[in-house]
Nanobody, 115 residues
C-alpha cells in the first residue's frame, strides 16, 4: 500500500507563489514517476507536471515557465513550486504515482488565487 499526503495549499493573490508538498509513505518504490494534477470546479482533473526518478520533467503548457516540479527521494517527497500564480490556477491539486499497475492519489490540497 502507498499513501500520499499533500500539503501547502492556500489562498493567495495573483502574482504570488506557493509550494506544494506530497509526502509518500508505505511500500512506495523510489523509482516511480511522480505527478501533480489539478481539478477546477466543474472540470475534469488534468495533468500539471510529472517527474521521473531520473529527473526528466514535463509540464502542461498552461504552467510552463511558472511551475517547477522537484523531488527528494530520501524523503519520498515531491514538490510543486508555483510562481506567478493566476486566478485560473485555482483548483484542488492532487499528487499521484503509479506502482505495479495501480494508481495512487492523495486527498488533494486547495489552491485559490484571487485577482
Amino acid at each position: 500500500q502507498v499513501q500520499l499526503v499533500e500539503s501547502g495549499g492556500g489562498l493567495v493573490q495573483a502574482g504570488e507563489s506557493l509550494r506544494l508538498s506530497c509526502a509518500a509513505s508505505g511500500s512506495i518504490f523510489s523509482f516511480n514517476t511522480r505527478g501533480w494534477y489539478r481539478q477546477a470546479p466543474g472540470k475534469q482533473r488534468v495533468l500539471v507536471a510529472t517527474l521521473t526518478s531520473g529527473g526528466i520533467s514535463s509540464y502542461a503548457d498552461s504552467v510552463k515557465g511558472r511551475f517547477t516540479i522537484s523531488r527528494d527521494n530520501a524523503k519520498n517527497t515531491v514538490y510543486l513550486q508555483m510562481n506567478s500564480l493566476k486566478p485560473e490556477d485555482t483548483a484542488v491539486y492532487y499528487c499521484n504515482t503509479v506502482q505495479l499497475g495501480r494508481t495512487y492519489w492523495g486527498q488533494g490540497t486547495q489552491v485559490t488565487v484571487s485577482s
